[in-house]
Nanobody, 124 residues
Framework: QVQLVESGGGLVQAGGSLRLSCAAS????????MGWFRQAPGKERDFVAAFSRSGDNTYYADSVKGRFTISRDNARNTMYLQMNSLKPEDTAVYYC?????????????????WGQGTQVTVSS
């Protein structure tokens, strides 16, 4: 069973930066297609960023493009989300997600495994 554990959330002022981490276990890391989603209070869980199945390509929501960077360290079985120029509207619980099957990068229903989430709060 795949387990995902996020860390790195917190409170930051607008314009600041945070780096989220997602440690994976239970399956060969390179077999996993991984991504990040977020959920603000009262809203649906939305796509933020993800890797392609091969891991060679990355995809970003328009709202974070140019500010967020997704990366992974296969030797450490860990994925990261570097978040710069944070805005109050980035406030949400951020979730790490993973899948092994072929499916849409963008849809939360494509992902079979989820972390517990980490809170990111951006103050104005």
């Amino acid at each position: 069973q795949v387990q995902l554990v996020e860390s790195g959330g917190g409170l930051v002022q607008a314009g600041g930066s945070l780096r989220l981490s997602c440690a994976a276990s239970g399956r060969t890391f390179t077999d996993l297609t991984m991504g990040w989603f977020r959920q603000a209070p009262g809203k649906e869980r939305d796509f933020v960023a993800a890797f392609s199945r091969s891991g060679d390509n990355t995809y970003y929501a328009d709202s974070v493009k140019g500010r967020f960077t997704i990366s992974r360290d296969n030797a450490r079985n860990t994925m990261y989300l570097q978040m710069n120029s944070l805005k109050p509207e980035d406030t949400a619980v951020y979730y790490c997600a993973a899948r092994v099957r072929r499916a849409s990068v963008w849809s939360r229903t494509s992902y079979d495994y989820w972390g517990q989430g980490t809170q990111v709060t951006v103050s104005s």
